[in-house]
Structure formats: structure tokens, C-alpha cells
């Protein structure tokens, strides 16, 4: 499970040979936890603050071309 990205209170991270859609996980320190779709940003599954969903939304469009090139790689 690489880390992508740290921003301190939370990051995102791949899973390898995880299931369609490609998605990252962004995971709290709290333990809370969301699967966001790479392709259109949309919550697949848990809950998180607005807040810290916001900036991680805007990281994964950012950087989207990049991250499904990875989740290609690790699939």
C-alpha cells in the first residue's frame, strides 16, 4: 500500500491489485477512512471532513493523469 501523498493529518494511498473503479484511500490519523474515484473525485465509500475531503479532492484531480498511470502500474 504506497503512500502518494502525506499531509500530515492524512494521506493518500494505493492499494496493489485493488478492485475497479481505479480509486485512492484517504486515511485519517483518526482511523476514518474514504475511497475517492480517481477519474471524477466522487466519495465511493466512508465518510471524512469536509475540510480535509476538499484539499484531497483537489490533490487527486491535480494529479490525476499521474495516478492512473500508477494505479496501472500496480494492478
Not at 30 to 56: F, H, K, N, S
Given at each position: 500500500?504506497?503512500?502518494?501523498?502525506?499531509?500530515?493529518?492524512?494521506?493518500?494511498v494505493?492499494?496493489?491489485?485493488?478492485?475497479?473503479?481505479?480509486?485512492v484511500?484517504?486515511?485519517?490519523?483518526?482511523?476514518?477512512?474514504v475511497?475517492?474515484?480517481?477519474?471524477?473525485?466522487?466519495?465511493?465509500?466512508?465518510?471524512?471532513?469536509?475540510?480535509?475531503l476538499?484539499?484531497?479532492?483537489?490533490?487527486?484531480?491535480?494529479?490525476?493523469?499521474?495516478l492512473?498511470?500508477?494505479?496501472?502500474?500496480?494492478?
Amino acid at each position: 500500500m504506497p503512500t502518494l501523498k502525506d499531509f500530515g493529518g492524512f494521506r493518500i494511498v494505493m492499494f496493489f491489485k485493488d478492485h475497479n473503479p481505479p480509486h485512492v484511500h484517504v486515511i485519517m490519523r483518526t482511523g476514518q477512512r474514504v475511497t475517492v474515484a480517481i477519474r471524477d473525485g466522487r466519495v465511493l465509500a466512508g465518510t471524512m471532513p469536509p475540510t480535509v475531503l476538499r484539499v484531497a479532492r483537489a490533490w487527486i484531480v491535480e494529479n490525476r493523469a499521474a495516478l492512473l498511470t500508477k494505479w496501472n502500474e500496480l494492478a
